[in-house]
């Protein structure tokens, strides 16, 4: 059974760092594609960046040069560094999976057919 489950939601004051993780089970990182998403309260959820399983990377222009996604296979995890945190950044973020039928990945919702269960992320001083 196919099942993501994300880690390392939190509190953080703006200007501040959070490390999300994305556990995988039932796959290997080499078959899917990995996407982080993001919904705040009354807006749609959004792309923030995702890896494909060749290790190409696509980030939204929001967080371009803030956050870094990265995978580590033996563990089968992927993860969102976040630095340099907004309040805008505030939000649930969920991990997906997609089965790798591009080569590259994409930031559209509607592709990924895998969702965790989503942890908080919240920005304030």
């Known amino acids: 059974q196919l099942q993501l489950v994300e880690s390392g939601g939190g509190l953080v004051q703006p200007g501040g760092s959070l490390r999300l993780s994305c556990a995988a089970s039932g796959f290997t990182l080499d078959d899917m594609h990995i996407g982080w998403f993001r919904q705040a309260p009354g807006k749609e959820r959004e792309g923030v960046s995702c890896?494909?399983?060749?290790?190409?990377?696509n980030y939204a222009d929001s967080v371009k040069g803030r956050f870094t996604i990265s995978r580590d296979n033996a563990k089968n995890t992927v993860y969102l560094q976040m630095n340099k945190l907004k309040p805008e950044d505030a939000a649930i973020y969920y991990c997906?999976?997609?089965?790798?039928?591009?080569?590259?990945?994409?930031?559209?919702?509607?592709?990924?057919?895998?969702w965790g269960q989503g942890t908080q992320v919240t920005v304030s001083s």
């Open positions: 997906a999976a997609v089965s790798r039928i591009s080569v590259v990945c994409v930031l559209n919702s509607a592709r990924y057919a895998y």
């Open positions: 890896l494909s399983s060749g290790g190409s990377v």
